[in-house]
């Protein structure tokens, strides 16, 4: 167990550091490009099935929308879609747009081998247009009405349509998208179902979905061994070489490490990055090639369906992202824009360089930490602690994930705009830099005057901030007054029934304090709570206590008043008890008075027990949870909410993890401020007591 | 002794506030056991006319049943689910428990008896992780838990969240004990040829009883206690905890006062009786943590 007698080998040690090191890189980035290059041929086959898809809509939209009817648009479709099933024998014309809408599905799905199925749906009439679906014939052939058990694809037709017109406020805002308008799943199977709206003179009428069969293009890349193996092992290899030539001299072996760890990086991420550009080169060039059919195939459906004077179809707009925004890769003529291409492929090396970078950086650690024997001082010390280690590690390893990992992942997604539909995504990808912290910092509009007077925006960071300092300060001068008043009287000598009163006014800490919280929101009812009860006997008039801001307040603070004083109580009784009887004995030898013996002798022993307690009492009323959530639930509007219920509530109820995250950031400053403030002035005090 | 100097006051004043401040004491603590024995689920002692004589009102704020009747804890159990709520609060509390005791009793251990690099950084890391407020915390830990790993109303899930919010102040706590008990009897115990583990388990914890004992009941009272990650984290109707359940009946539209106050009575009987055992450590163990802190 003890430490060799024969000196360490530098040379073996940075032997070891640097083939660590460039595991650690050349390793991660294999895995890197390997990740990145399935997701590219995932991303292939979804934007193929997005272009057949779209494709699709285009002829769809056009069999729908006959020539005359074009400007019409929304009435005309309506007209179309009821008549037929009101009177259908006398009026076969208006019959038509379905059964175009069912000849173009039909006949492109037969035209497209891998499509599994094709529908589309109507919103007018929750009608089921067409189907090619195996399920989806004799008595449940379309057209005809969606089932009950089909309600989610109504749903998320009208998802859908609520994303559409949800997006188009946005960027009239001047904002992005927020929510997808073409919804793709992944099948079981490997297969995919693309959903996306159809539309016609500007709204949203229906729903295309589409199931495609499992894309070949999808497959498994197969990992390049050799180049990673040999960008690992030949600087290995070069510096035990070069080893034999330094010997054992520490700062020659460490900066050829340093110069092979680097070259090895970077000419790997050099190779990486040329097979990258392979392969979005080949997947672009695919995709233009499936635009090109698609073109083909829907231009020929077109003129089969007979739709003369139909708009021409727009395959400009086929390739599309989630938002239908298009990508514009490929041009007019069906060619690949070299200049978006390149555009893509430079964002790639951008972000390649980044990761490497990083990479790096954790290589370099590695190869210093080994190589300087630190790696060997560690390895030392957990064999001979390891029953120390053994016994924490437990405990360390429950901790690390589940509090200190959160902690720290909390503090990144304050950093974002997480929310509940896309807290799935890498965080790299909702970054937004000190936004939320700017938003909830900068708005200073704490209350407008109006016609009806000042009017409070009660959700204002700033009133929240304020109330729960007035609601700490309240709270604590409460407690520890009544705490301290009901501790001097209990410990008066002589007086009778003393442990009984302790007992009893220990109480309210003993009850759980979610069921105080509950029980004092029953009694402050309006209508049949019994406090409104009593101040009716005293003839005073009944209050709406949760319908004013100082009515509100005052039922949250009876409610901790009465759950808070015991604790300060018993605190201050335990410390009372411990004052030594002879302090006030001599001091009434020397003539004091009680309020001198009060000042010279009691405050001055309570203070290290009451100080500890004071601190405490303001942590814990500052995030006093229970008794606002449950007693005032932030009534009336917010203004009586603590900054975490409302921290919370926008976690919780809103769902803007990343903006009630920042939020919860700046209560924790503030709580650390408060924490660097009460040690000073407590050492202060303590300087001056001593 | 100060009889001459409590002499100089009449105690009829002092018994005076005593009384007033024991009356507001009681008084909720009754009308939560007057609602619970009413047999009914009105928030109301007794209905009032609108004309209500002096009597009426004064025995419409009296915290004594009308009719004194236990029907709302028979259907309590009978109607409600409130016997599962039970259940999962008693698994979830005696878990953590457990999962409590076991990893801060070991770590505390280790910290007690080995200094080995990286003691101080561990119980540092500890007591600050103490300060990480809870609403951070829980949105990370749902999306986590949630989430990623699809322990939403599970078991599993609660009591990890518990357990970790335990584990600080148990482990400073039995460190503090294990300090106070003597080294020689591990050490005549090695020599004797027991095994690192048998000495932990067989002879210092055995020692540490007491210790043990305030920890199990600190970690299960966190459990018991805890309402708003419970109501969070279970979000199964079946999986409520006892506190999720009691505001399930009061809050929103519904108004089952009577279930509520039964409940309340249920889940806070025991834990009020560990309480008025335990207050003494508790006192002493939390401003000794904020000393220290």
């Not at chain 1, 500007?202 to 050799?226: S, Y």
């Not at chain 1, 009901?486 to 007992?503: C, K, S």
């Not at chain 1, 979610?514 to 929101?521: E, G, H, P, R």
């Not at chain 2, 708003?228 to 506190?243: G, L, R, S, V």
Request: aromatic share 10%; with cysteine.
């Amino acid at each position: 167990m003890r430490a060799p007698l024969r000196p360490p080998s530098h040379r073996r040690r940075f032997v070891i550091g640097l083939a660590c090191a460039l595991l650690l890189g050349v390793g991660v980035s294999l895995a890197l490009l390997t990740a990145a290059r399935t997701a590219e041929r995932h991303q292939l086959a979804s934007r193929e099935a997005v272009v057949t898809l779209r494709a699709l809509t285009g002829l769809i939209e056009r069999a729908e929308a006959p020539p005359p009817a074009e400007e019409g648009g929304f009435a005309d479709e309506l007209a179309g879609l009821d008549t037929p099933a009101e009177e259908p024998a006398e009026e076969p014309a208006p019959d038509e747009p379905g059964e175009a809408v069912r000849r173009a599905a039909a006949r492109f799905a037969a035209a497209h081998p891998e499509l599994r199925s094709v529908r589309v749906v109507t919103f007018e009439g929750i009608r089921l247009e067409a189907s090619t679906d195996p399920a989806d014939t004799g008595a449940r052939a379309a057209p005809r009405r969606l089932e009950r058990e089909e309600k989610d694809v109504y749903d998320q037709g009208q998802r859908l349509r609520a994303a559409i017109d949800e997006n188009r406020e946005a960027v009239a805002g001047g904002g992005s998208p927020i929510n997808p308008e073409i919804a793709v799943q992944e099948l079981a199977d490997g297969g995919l179902s693309i959903a996306g709206p159809v539309e016609s003179g500007g709204a949203t009428v229906g729903m295309v979905q589409i199931r495609t069969a499992p894309n070949p293009a999808v497959r498994p890349p197969a990992p390049a061994w050799l180049p990673a193996l040999l960008a690992w092992l030949a600087p290995v290899a070069l510096l035990a070489l070069l080893g034999l030539a330094i010997g054992e001299r520490r700062t020659v072996l460490a900066a050829a490490a340093l110069v092979l760890l680097a070259a090895g990086l970077f000419g790997f991420s050099r190779w990486v990055l040329g097979v990258l550009e392979a392969e979005r080169r080949e997947t672009a060039r695919q995709l233009a090639a499936h635009v090109n059919e698609q073109r083909e195939i829907a231009g020929q459906l077109l003129t089969e369906i007979d739709s003369t004077g139909a708009a021409p179809l727009d395959p400009l707009r086929w390739d599309v992202d989630l938002y239908r925004v298009p990508r514009e890769l490929v041009t007019a003529e069906g060619t690949l824009d070299e200049g978006r291409l390149g555009e893509q492929i430079r964002l790639d090396a951008g972000r390649l360089t980044r990761s490497v970078a990083v990479l790096a950086v954790l290589a370099l650690v590695l190869l210093t930490f080994i190589g300087f024997g630190g790696a060997a001082a560690t390895g030392r010390s957990l064999v001979r602690y390891r029953a120390a280690y053994a016994y924490t590690l437990p405990a360390i390893l429950a901790m690390t994930l589940l509090s200190f990992f959160p902690f720290f992942y909390g503090i990144a997604l304050s950093f974002t705009n997480a929310n509940i539909y896309n807290s799935n995504k890498p965080i790299t990808d909702l970054w937004v830099g000190l936004d939320n912290f700017i938003s909830i910092l900068s708005d200073f509009s704490i209350a407008r005057s109006t016609a009806d007077g000042l009017v409070i925006n009660y959700n204002n960071f700033y009133w929240t901030l304020g109330f729960n300092v007035v609601w700490t300060i309240a709270n604590v001068v409460i407690g520890v007054t009544l705490g301290l008043i009901l501790a001097l009287i209990l410990n008066t000598r002589g007086l009778a029934l003393r442990p009984i009163y302790r007992v009893l006014l220990i109480l309210p800490w003993a009850v759980p304090n979610y069921i105080t919280s509950l029980i004092f929101k029953g009694m402050f009812h309006q209508q049949f709570g019994v406090i409104n009860q009593i101040r009716q006997i005293v003839g005073l008039e009944p209050v709406a206590w949760f319908d004013g801001p100082l009515t509100s307040f005052a039922a949250v603070l009876t409610t901790n008043g009465w759950l808070s004083f015991s604790f300060m109580m018993v605190v201050s009784l335990g410390a009372l008890q411990s004052i030594p009887s002879d302090l006030y004995e001599a001091a009434k030898v020397d003539g004091a008075t009680r309020w001198q013996q009060f000042l010279a002798i009691t405050l001055p022993s309570l203070r290290p027990a009451l100080i500890p307690a004071i601190i405490l009492s303001v942590i814990w009323t500052f995030n006093q949870f229970n008794v606002i959530f449950l007693v005032s639930a932030g009534e009336p509007a917010g203004a009586t909410e603590i900054l975490i219920t409302k921290a919370y509530r926008l976690a919780f109820e809103q769902y803007r993890y990343g903006y009630a995250a920042a939020y919860s950031m700046v209560i924790f400053l503030i709580l650390m401020a408060y924490g660097i403030f009460q040690n000073r002035a407590t050492q202060a005090t303590e300087a001056i007591g001593e | 002794m100060n009889r001459t100097r409590s002499g100089e006051l009449p105690h009829w004043p002092l018994h005076l506030f005593l009384l007033l401040m024991v009356v507001i004491t009681l008084y909720p603590l009754f009308w939560v056991l007057t609602i619970a024995f009413s047999g009914g689920q009105s928030l109301s002692i007794s209905d009032l006319p609108p004309d209500a004589a002096l009597g009426d009102r004064l025995r419409a704020i009296t915290p004594w049943p009308k009719h004194f009747s236990v029907s709302n804890f028979r259907s309590l159990f009978a109607d409600q689910p409130f016997a599962r709520w039970m259940l999962n609060s008693v698994i979830i509390s005696a878990a953590t428990t457990f999962m409590g005791v076991f990893l801060a009793s070991t770590a505390a251990y280790a910290f007690s008896r080995f200094r080995f690099p990286g003691r101080r950084a561990g119980l540092m890391s500890f007591l600050v992780s103490q300060m990480f407020p809870g609403v951070l915390m829980m949105i990370p830990l749902y999306i986590i838990i949630v989430q990623w790993l699809g322990l939403g109303s599970s078991y599993v899930g609660l009591v990890l969240v518990y357990t970790v919010t335990a584990i600080p102040f148990c482990v400073w706590m039995m460190k503090g004990y294990f300090d106070t008990i003597p080294r020689e009897l591990e050490e005549s115990a090695l020599i004797d040829g027991a095994s690192q583990a048998t000495i932990f388990f067989r002879i210092v914890l055995p020692l540490a009883k007491p210790a043990v004992a305030v920890t199990a009941l600190f970690s299960f009272m966190t459990a018991w206690n805890e309402f708003i990650q419970a109501a969070t984290f279970m979000n199964k109707e079946e999986m409520y905890t006892m506190p999720v359940g009691l505001r399930f009946f009061v809050g929103g539209f519904s108004q089952q006062w009577g279930y509520f106050a039964a409940g309340s009575i249920v889940a806070a009987i025991p834990i009020m009786i560990l309480f008025l055992f335990l207050q003494k450590y508790l006192v002493s163990g939390l401003t000794a943590g904020a000393v220290k802190g």
